[in-house]
Each structure stands twice: as C-alpha cells, then as structure tokens.
C-alpha cells in the first residue's frame, strides 16, 4: 500500500510536467553499523533537464517495511548529469537474506533497448546476507561514476571502480534491467554491438565493441561479493550509455605494470597516454589506496602536450596495508574534443604483501624440537607452522606467499605466540631424523606473508635407548611397570669412557617427566631391564629416564642424553551407550596400532574388540548403567639410526560406566507468521532421527524483541509433537527459541532464535466523506490489534497549511480546520505520519505520506474507500 501510494504521489505531482522522467544510473551500497543495524546509500544520476527532482526516495527493505530516505547530497556533473545521495539506516529483525528495493518513476524518454522506457519504473536492487559466521560485512563502494560517452563504431570502455573495505573478493556480470518491483523489464536486450558486449568477471571491465547505433541505451553490471568462497551479497549498477556520432577517436593507456610488493615499500608507476587527434588529455585515477586516512596514494600529473600526457602514480604502503586480494588502480584517460569526449579505462594490481617471519630458531630434544621467532613487524593474527623431512629449497617469486602448494612442507599447527614445540601431536618425532621448518604469518582476511627461512634440526639421540615401557599389573599400591632399553655399543669411541658403567634409573609420576627422580641403579652393561614394583597404576601414568654413568674414580661423568618414556595411560569418557578411550603416553618410538581389549565377564579374560590407528577410540552400543573394563597393547616401530625395531607395550587397566550425559543437539526452529489470524506457526525438528534417540520433550521459549528476556512459553511433551500454534493478541511480533530434553533430563543447547516481525500494518485510507450523512463522517486508520500506540500527524491543503494535527493513532479527524468548527472544502489533501509501531527490533519510526480525497458535500457516486 505505502510503495504504491508513493509511486501515485510522484506521478500525481510531476503529471503535469513532461520532463518528469530523469533517471540514468544508480546502484545501492550499505555499511553495517551493528548486528543488525545497516546504514545503506542510494546513489543516482539524473538529468538535470528534467524538472522531477527528488528530495526523498522510498526503500523496501525486504523484511515487508519501508522507510523513505532524504537526499543529503546533489552534485552536479558534466554532460547534465547529477549525482544524488540518500541516507538512511535500518535495524533487522533477524539473520537472514534481504533484498533492498529502491523504484522512482521513471527513465529517460527514448531508450533504445527498453520498450516504451518512459513510461518504465526505474528500479535498483541490493542483496544483503545477515549471518554471524560470516561476520560483518560493507557492500563495496563504486568509485567510477556511469557518466561516459560513446561514440558510434569506437570501442567504448567502463569500469565501476569497485572498491572493498572488508578486502573481500568480487566478480561481475552483466544482468539484466529491472522496472516495477524490482521484476526484469519485458523486451529488455542488451545494446547492438558489431563484435560483442561484455564484461571482464575479474577486472569488472564493461567493453562494446563496437556501437552500431547512435542514441541511449542501459545495461545493469552485476557485482557479486564473496567471503572465503561464500557468496555473501551482491549490488546493482544500472547505467545508460548516451551513444553518439563523432569522428573522435578515443585516447590510449600504455599498458602499466602490476606490482608485488612488501609492506613499506613504494610503489611508483608512470602513466602513459596518447591522443591520435592531438586533443588534450586529463588523466585520473581511483582505487582503495585513494581512500585511506594516512599514507594515501598520490596521482599527479607530470607532463601534458597535445596528444600526450603523462601522469605519477606514488604510495608509500605500510603495515596497514596488508590484504589477500589485489588493490586494483583504475586509471582513466579522456580527451576534450568537442562535443563528444572519450575515454580510454586501464587498471593495474598492487598487492601488499606482509614480511616473512624472521630469526627463527630450532632447539632439539630427544623427541620435540622447540621453534622461537621474532614477533613480525607487522603483526599478524597467528602465525602457521610447517615442516618437513630434510631441506628444501622454496623457489618464490615477489608474489608467492605462504608456502607453495608443490613443495613437501605439511601444516603442523598454529599458534598466536612466538613459540612453537612440536611433539608431533604427542606421539614425539623420530630420531635420527632431520626436521625443517618454516612459518607464515597470517592476518585476520587471511592474508599470508612471505614464507620464514628454513630452519632444521636433528633430534638429538636419546641414549641408552629405552625400547619398552610395559605395564604388567594394574593395581593401586602393587602395580608394577617393566621398563626395558637397549644396550649401548661402541662405548670405545668416547673420549675417557673406560668404565666402570652405571644405570641410573629415574621415575616420575605422569608421561612427560615433569618430577623425575632416582629410584635406583644397575652396575651391569648387561642389565638391560628393570622391573618396578609397588605403584599405584591404577590412577597414574609414569615415565621414565635411563642414565648412563662412567663411573670411572675422579672422572664420573654421564654419556649421552637419557631418553623419556611413559607408559600408556587410559582415560575414559563415559558417554550414552558408549565410552571414549582416551590413549595418552610420550615415547621415543612411534606406535603404528592400538589393540583394543575389553573385559569378558563370562571367561574373565580380556577380548581384543578391534584394532585402532587412533589414539581416541569409541566403544559403541553398550548398555548403560553396566561397568566396563579395558586395556590397549600397542604396537610400535622404534628407529634407531637407519635400523627399525618392533615394540610391544601393554597399558594399564580402568573400568567405565555409560552414562547418558550427552545432550541432545539443539532442534531447528522455524516461524511462519499468520498476520490475518495474529498468530504464529512454530516448527522444529525431531533430534531422534538425526542425533540422538530419547528426547522426550520440549521446552520453548519466547521474547517480544531481540534484546528481550526468554520467558517460558511451553512445555511439549512428546519427542514426536514438533510444532506448536502461538497466539498472541498483542501482535505476531516475536523471537522464539527451544530446546530438547531426553530421558536421562540432558537439555540441549538453545537453537537458533527464529523471529516473525509485526506483518499487520497501520493504514491511512485515501477517502473521506464528512457530510453528515452517517457513513464515513469521521477519518480513522487501520490500528490492528491496536499495534500502534502514537502518531504525529499532519494534514495539508494544497496552499501547505496546517488543517489538522494530532498524536491519536486512530486520527478521529471530523473534516474540519484545527481549533475550529469550520469544515474543510472538497478537495485533496496531503498527509506527512510519523507512526511508532513496536518491532522486534524496539520502538521504530515509520514515515508514511500520502494524499485524502475529502467530499464534505453530498453525493450519490459510490465512493470507494481504500
């Protein structure tokens, strides 16, 4: 009702002008100012002949509201073209995606490719999506205005300027022009050429080649924003084309040079361009690097002659800087022939790259090595860790970042300090082998650096070389562990190694050593083994060192570096008829299998249940409330030097309960509003037949704003009655969330909460009659369900006096002048109504305008009343 009342108001008020249609070009851009909240531009050009020149512009928001937009900006352009700019904000009531609509009658009389074009709406639209895992999100803005002449038979070139602040990527598309509703025009085709029209999907390039007929013509360039790989958005460019007859012939770009650089380097490009006609040439340029508050690029020119100019381009970059995606420099040449000037559009890219993480340094032990790097001058979100066996040389260029997806680098991990150690995921490296190492720095776009120096190092050798960390019994005061090692060869080639020799045997409770102590010794290079008694095996790991001790009288010295090795230690996580087995250990040899072993209660022996690469296992369908008891053997292959060993270890033993402590994932909810019955239709689905198999009821919850408490709404009991009709007579505006509880009481996270907004809407009707007659003597609007609580109303004859005022949200205006019992006369007024209407999203103000029709006289015509 209101898009319509407005298109009438505009054409009722321009009807008597034939210059009423003026519309050229315009695209919609926003910001987004909070979760919800997005403060959007509407960018138009219009011919400056044309008397129609609108203070305000009508939005659709796509969540059925409208708002209108004033102008806060009007500039005017060569060639009588106009820029307008209107700014308005709006809150949404929810996730979700939006169209954003904005149609003004009409276009210009005469498009060649738009049937009967002045008579067609004029309409742009823009796509948001509201989703956090996406983040928030700023349309890109256009830098190159749509106002360039064509001429017949010459290639004529255009270039949105596409800017993105977010460094997010773009396409583009040609699409199709739209009229009424946003709905593509009927007969609409795109422009004659005598080769091909079409646009560059990177570089947003619009080339024609060539015109083959003179007069107006538009096209729409679609722009499409992707996050990651996600479409997350896309605005409109529809623009006309004023093709003309002219012996002009365009000026030139020389071909420019793309850059690489590192942040803080400088960037210098000369621009070189060429006029076949002698003309004169004004040279300019837009892009991102224009925009930024400090070190902003520079475009000067430093040469001009008939025929030839030539201009600098100048940044000086810094840390700031940094993106994944090119800067694009649009670089435009045009010639001032007279009366048809042209243009010549070239880009060129700049990427900022960030310097490689530097002096980083390696420190091995005998099963990790420990990374340390210097924090990067700028400095990055995280930095990326990757290594490899043995050197590798990475042949980059100056645009290679990260590190090249054909080199034998694996990614390891990544942290947010400057340390790094890597235990490869606490199974330990393996010795003798040479590890190398480089890092990325990565920033919050993901942007990468350029890849650190290598840095390798080779374990260091434990020695003796322990081979078997055994647990022989489980018990809690007489466990015992057998530990065994390998006997140490060629003591002859160290220096004062005469003997005699000494093992020292050190123990610490937990895997990773952390409170070693001597526990005793062997005097024989044959004693390769110990066993050790009286442990609580039960509740603890333990790991253990091996020393070698010259113990020669005035020169007791240790040979080598002992090595640390634990035992396995079970840690189990009962869950609803499972049980996760959790295996932990460090140890100097790498286990390749895990038998896995349960407890047989009928022959009271362990049964092997299955094999596992894992080190996390999950023991499925067992009964809850039933113990359960296991152990694990690995199987490991331990390296010394180039020769590889077998190894056999057994765990401890512990015992579990199912349990169900699991929630139940949370359900997904959806809303369907009924507006003419003021009530909602509530959905979700049954988590039993994707995530679990006993919820058993439901508790949902509602609020009647976004901000608002979650109170309580009902109790539905049942896993199988997934919906549920809320009526409420204060309106269907509201957000509702719920959960899912199962047999054991577990209730599952909240889900997504899904919101309906107000869709009954207060009205003005266009048609009153108060002459006494009984029917119709009083102007009220349609408040439904009495939603709208204050107005500020004001009603105008068309001289622009005040005739009526009030704050009442029924109006209840009796046909007569303010402060008076003099009736109005029969005529048309004009209406300005602030309505406060109550939103999901608070208290909101909607503008409505429009026009009354009032007869104060009797009439026998059937009056109609919208």
Known sequence: MIKQLTIFITLFIFSLNVYATHNRAGEITFRQISELTFEITITTYTYTLSAADREELEVEWGDNTFSVAPRTEKVQLPNYYQRNKYIIRHTYPGPGIYKILVQDPNRNYGVENIPNSVNTIFSIETTLMINPEIGLNNTPILLNPPINKAALYRTFIHNPGAYDYDGDSLSYELSVCTGLDGEPIPGYTLPPASDSIYINEITGDLIWKNPIDTGKFNIAILIKEWRNGVLIGNITRDMQIDVFESENIPPEIEQMKDFCIMAGDTVLQYIYSHDEDLDSIKLSATGGPFLFDENKAEFNTISSKPGETISQFYWETDCNNIRKNNYIISVTAEDNYPGVSLVDIDNFYIKVIAPAPYNLQAEASNSSVNLTWDNCQCLPEKYIIYRREDSETIVTDSCTTGIPIESDYEYIGETQEIYFTDNNDGEGLLQGIKYCYRIVAEYSDRAQSYPSEEVCQNVVQGFPKITNVDVLNTDLSNGSILVKWAKPTQLDTIPGAVGPFKYLIYRSDGIWGMRLELIDSLSSLEDTS????????????????????????????????????????????????????????????????????????????????????????????????????????????????????????????????????????????????????????????????????????????????????????????????????????EGIGGCYTITAIDSFDNESPLSILACSDECTYYELPNVFTPNNDGINDIYYAKNPANLVKEVDMKIFNRLGELVYKTHEPLIKWDGKYINTNDPVPTAVYYYICDVYEQRISGLEVRNLVGFIHVYTENTNTIIPIE
């Open 530 to 729: 110990f066993i050790d008694i009286g442990l609580n095996t039960t509740e603890y790991p333990y790991s253990y060192e091996i020393e070698l001790i010259n113990d020669t009288p005035g020169n007791r010295f240790r040979i080598g570096v002992p090595q640390l090795a634990s035992s396995i230690f079970l840690e189990l996580e009962p869950a609803d008829n499972e049980i996760k087995i959790n295996i932990k250990k460090t140890t100097p040899w790498l286990d390749n299998e895990y038998i896995i072993y349960r407890f047989n209660n009928t022959t009271a022996n362990f049964d092997s249940i299955d094999i596992s690469s894992n080190k996390i296992y999950y023991d499925t369908k067992l009964q809850n409330g039933t113990n359960y008891c296991y152990k694990v053997k690995s199987i490991g292959t331990y390296r010394i030097n180039t020769i590889e060993y077998d190894t056999e270890n057994n765990s401890h033993e512990n015992c579990a309960t199912p349990i169900d402590i699991t929630a139940p994932c949370a359900p997904q909810l959806t809303v369907t509003a009924n507006c003419d019955s003021l009530t909602n239709f509530i959905t979700w689905n049954n988590p039993n037949l994707s995530c679990c198999d006993d919820v058993v009821s439901y508790n949902l919850f509602f609020t009647k704003t976004l901000e608002g408490d979650l109170v309580k709404l009902k109790e539905i009991l049942g896993a199988e009655n997934t919906s549920f009709i809320h009526h409420n007579p």
